[in-house]
């Protein structure tokens, strides 16, 4: 039963990311109705990501100790750097993805404790 829940932070993160994403696309500047349309449905999406992103977390903290779900916290930045590159077409430098290995490798360190 553990292991579900452990799978749902990692569910949640995706949720999370993905509010966040659509969020920062809705907030792109836009001229004319078809695009300010487009620009509410990211923004409804975006928060609907995130409502179901915190009653999911809700669940996971009922069941699961801080010190055991928390560390899932930190596949934030890194998925969220990575989903910017590919969604947004931010760029990223050598030190970025440095940092995404490195927030990797410590989650996996942190979590196998």
């Known amino acids: 039963m553990k292991g579900v829940f452990l799978f749902l932070c990692i569910i949640c993160?995706?949720?999370l990311v993905g509010g966040q994403l659509l969020l920062k696309k809705a907030m792109s500047p836009g001229v004319g109705p078809f695009l300010k349309s487009r620009q509410t449905?990211?923004?409804i999406g975006g928060i609907g990501c995130l409502t179901i992103w915190f009653f999911l977390w809700l669940g996971v903290l009922q069941q699961l100790d801080?010190?055991?779900a928390f560390p899932f916290e930190g596949i934030n930045?890194?998925?969220l750097a990575m989903g910017a590159w590919l969604i947004l077409k931010e760029r990223l430098t050598i030190v970025s993805w440095c940092g995404i290995a490195l927030i990797t490798v410590?989650?996996?360190v942190v979590s196998g404790s």
């Open 106 to 108: 410590g989650i996996i």
């Open 77 to 79: 930045p890194a998925l």
């Open 66 to 68: 801080l010190s055991t």
């Open 13 to 15: 993160q995706f949720f």
């Open 41 to 43: 449905k990211l923004f």
